[in-house]
C-alpha cells in the first residue's frame, strides 16, 4: 500500500504546479529570432540545420517550430518521415523534394508541403545552396504523445516500408467501426493532399486590412493538413496592416523587406530571415518601413486544429478581435510594385 509524502491537498498541489508551469513558459517567451543569430550545425541527414525555435535546440514550444537548412549543390538528404504535418519554404537555391515516391522541382519561394507519415527527401541540384525554413506541429505532438519519427538513410523509395496502416473498418454503423473509419478518411485525405505550392502561382489579392495576401498552404488551395496553415502577406511601402488581436499564436517570418511590429505598445522591428511570435491576447499591428520596397512576410498557424479546438472550448469567448472600425490604409487603388520584390534569382 502506498501513501502520499505531500502534507498538503491536491488543491494545494495542483495551484502550486499551475503557476510554476505559467512561469516556466512566461521565462520563455520570446518575441524575435533573428536570423544572424541562429547557428547553422552540420546533422547526420546530409544537410546543416540551425534551429529558430525547438526544444531541440533549446528554445522550446508548445504548439509549432521553426528551423532552417542548408543543402550543399549536388547533396541528396537521407530520408525519414514523421507523425506530424510540416511544410518548408524556399529561401534560396533549386532543387527537388521527394514525397512517397514523387518528385516536386523547387525554386526560390515555393513551398512544399510534407503530409504526416510520408517519406520524404530533399536534394539540391543548382551550383548554389539550396536553403529552406522547415515548420510543423511537432512540439503539439510530442506534448499529447503522438510524436513518432523514423530515419531510412539513402533507401530508395521501392525498399522503403509502406505508409503506416490504418484500418478501414467495416459499414455496420456501430462506433467502433465508425471510428475506423472517419480516421481512415482523414488519414486518406493526408496523403493525397496537395504537396507543391510555386510561388509563380499565388494569385494575391487586397485585403480590407491594408495590404494583399495569398494562400500557400491551405485547404482551399486542396491541402489535407492536420491543422497547419500559411499565407503570405505584402504590405505597401510605408503602409501597414490593422491592429488585431487572438487567442492562439501566429508566427510571422519575415522573406523580403523591413519593418516593424507594435505589440502590446513594443516595438519589434524585422527584416529577411526574421522571425516574429506574436503572443496570444496580444494586440499587434505590422508596418513596412520601406517608402520603396513591398515586406513580404508568411504568417504560419495551427489554426484549423488548435483553433478550433480553443474555440469551442473557450466559447463564447471571442478568440478573433479587431477595432470596431478597422484601422487599415485603403489600399484599393494602389500601384503595386513587382509581386517578385526582394525574391532571390
Given at each position: 500500500m502506498s501513501e502520499t509524502k505531500t502534507n498538503v491537498t491536491h488543491y494545494e498541489v495542483q495551484k502550486m504546479r499551475r503557476k510554476e508551469y505559467l512561469a516556466h513558459w512566461e521565462k520563455l517567451q520570446r518575441t524575435i529570432v533573428r536570423k544572424p543569430d541562429v547557428v547553422m550545425v552540420d546533422t547526420p541527414r546530409n544537410m546543416k540545420s540551425g534551429v529558430m525555435v525547438s526544444a531541440d535546440g533549446n528554445v522550446p514550444s508548445?504548439?509549432?517550430?521553426?528551423?532552417?537548412?542548408?543543402?550543399?549543390?549536388?547533396?541528396?538528404?537521407?530520408?525519414?518521415?514523421?507523425?506530424?504535418?510540416?511544410?518548408?519554404?524556399?529561401?534560396?537555391?533549386?532543387?527537388?523534394?521527394?514525397?512517397?515516391?514523387?518528385?516536386?522541382?523547387?525554386?526560390?519561394?515555393?513551398?512544399?508541403?510534407l503530409p504526416g507519415g510520408s517519406w520524404h527527401r530533399h536534394s539540391c541540384t543548382g551550383t548554389k545552396p539550396g536553403t529552406f525554413t522547415s515548420f510543423s506541429v511537432q512540439p503539439l505532438a510530442e506534448l499529447l504523445g503522438l510524436s513518432f519519427i523514423e530515419d531510412a538513410g539513402d533507401t530508395p523509395f521501392e525498399k522503403l516500408p509502406p505508409r503506416w496502416a490504418m484500418s478501414q473498418g467495416l459499414d455496420l454503423g456501430d462506433p467502433y467501426s465508425n471510428r475506423l473509419a472517419r480516421n481512415y478518411a482523414k488519414q486518406d485525405a493526408m496523403s493525397k493532399s496537395r504537396v507543391l505550392t510555386a510561388y509563380d502561382d499565388i494569385r494575391f489579392r487586397v485585403t480590407p486590412r491594408g495590404g494583399r495576401s495569398g494562400f500557400l498552404i491551405d485547404s482551399t488551395l486542396g491541402h489535407a493538413t492536420g491543422g497547419l496553415t500559411a499565407v503570405i502577406h505584402q504590405l505597401a511601402p510605408s503602409l501597414y496592416q490593422s491592429r488585431h488581436r487572438h487567442g492562439g499564436e501566429a508566427w510571422l517570418y519575415c522573406i523580403a523587406g523591413e519593418g516593424y511590429t507594435i505589440m502590446n505598445d513594443e516595438k519589434v522591428t524585422w527584416t529577411v530571415g526574421d522571425l516574429v511570435i506574436v503572443d496570444h491576447w496580444a494586440w499587434h499591428q505590422h508596418f513596412n518601413a520601406s517608402p520603396d520596397n513591398i515586406a513580404s512576410i508568411i504568417r504560419i498557424h495551427n489554426f484549423d486544429s488548435l483553433y478550433f479546438a480553443m474555440a469551442a472550448m473557450l466559447?463564447?469567448?471571442?478568440?478573433?478581435?479587431?477595432?470596431?472600425?478597422?484601422?487599415?490604409?485603403?489600399?484599393?487603388?494602389?500601384?503595386?510594385?513587382?509581386?517578385?520584390?526582394?525574391?532571390p534569382q
Open positions: 508548445l504548439n509549432l517550430d521553426a528551423v532552417m537548412h542548408e543543402i550543399a549543390p549536388g547533396t541528396t538528404t537521407t530520408v525519414h518521415r514523421h507523425s506530424w504535418d510540416a511544410f518548408i519554404f524556399v529561401t534560396g537555391g533549386e532543387g527537388w523534394t521527394e514525397v512517397d515516391g514523387k518528385r516536386f522541382e523547387w525554386r526560390s519561394w515555393d513551398t512544399i508541403y466559447q463564447p469567448m471571442n478568440l478573433f478581435e479587431e477595432l470596431p472600425t478597422l484601422d487599415a490604409p485603403d489600399v484599393s487603388q494602389i500601384i503595386w510594385p513587382d509581386t517578385n520584390q526582394g525574391r
